[in-house]
């Protein structure tokens, strides 16, 4: 599957030689050196990345970090200094004036965070401009249009002033703007950040609603954290104008490779982030079918563990035993499984949030994990599932890694950052 988007080796620097300003970055100078020496600002600095068809891409990071300017390269708002930008694998930073401006009409949309709205117009006519600039006829645009704003539940005030909407309703406008357009790429430039928190909160479940249905392709720049983990399939973390970490939220929230990324997530709840499948360990079940409790004794003697799941041939979980049922059966001389194991037993599925899972932790058991058709992927040992939720377990993680040698750490942020922004049994 291609790429829908691609990033190589981005650069976008402001003054008045960026060519000999990037020389002399590549060459090893630093970026607050060149402001020094001459004024030159690095506001992206050698970005690389991809966006498959139908992802969610969040690039977050503070004021100043470059986000907004790099989204701005992607359909060359800003001419990037140096790098590529494919779009469906059409490098934009050499395509002509007019081929440019086909590819914002038909295959790239923005909505930026200030609305963009025309005052003037009604509603239906700012959803429809961007079809007018495209040339479509009245009728056509005009029922593209109507069928975007019925998308974003704002059919019935097509004909209304937009004076009469409320903040929320008019950002609704400028998405159906977007949609309207049918381009497979939508670049959101901090676009709820304008909106009070309930009706931003309003906003991101609207756009999770819609993606279901569209499956667009969404590069979304955002500050907030929050907003990221709750939309991104993936999050590029952005530091001075480079990207310091990119991964799906999971891994953004467990797994940050530098203390800077690890500033961001110390104070999220990782209950709502981390799900299941996450710390889930690989089941190593018993067949109903096949084995018998002299089998269970065996493998418990060998896997050092005091619970197995019992399993159906279709890898459906039946029930659990422990080394006290074998005790039991073993005096008893009962070598059936299914007489000695236990039928009531947790169960939870792949993609449950930690929180979900968390009171399943008061049975004592291991936690079985299953798919959408009810077969076993994995446990969890209620102990795994406390750790994981702790945040000091954040701050492990980062230290394991570095102690590893496997990433080098970037310098603390600014104090004023933060308010911006084996087994246990």
Known sequence: MKDTIRVQNLYKIFGNNPQGALEKLKAGTS???LFKESGHVVAVDDVSFTVPPGEIFMVMGLSGSGKSTLVRCLNRLLDATSGNVFIDDEDIQSATNERLREIRRTKVAMV?????????RSVLGNAE????????????????ALKALELVGLKDWAERPLSNLSGGMQQRVGLARALATEAEILLMDEAFSALDPLIRRDMQDELISLQIEMKKTIVFITHDLNEALKLGDKIAVMKAGRIVQIGTPEEIVSSPETDYVANFTQDINRGLVLTASSIMEPPEPLYIKRDTVRTAMIRMGSTDRDEIYVVDSQRQPLGIITD??????????????SEVMDTEFPQTQESTPLADVLPLTAFGLPIAV???????????????????ISPSSTENSYEESSQAGSNSKAPEPEPESKTESKTGK
């Open 31 to 33: 970026a607050d050196e």
């Open 112 to 120: 930026f965070q200030h609305f963009g709205l025309f005052p003037h």
């Open 129 to 144: 401009y961007g079809l007018k600039v495209q040339g479509l006829a009245e009728e056509e645009r005009r029922e593209k």
């Open 324 to 337: 006290k049922d074998i005790a039991a059966a073993v005096k008893k001389k009962e070598n059936n499984l």
């Open 370 to 388: 299953v798919d959408e058709k009810g077969k076993l992927k994995g446990i969890i040992y209620p102990l795994d599932c406390l750790n994981s």
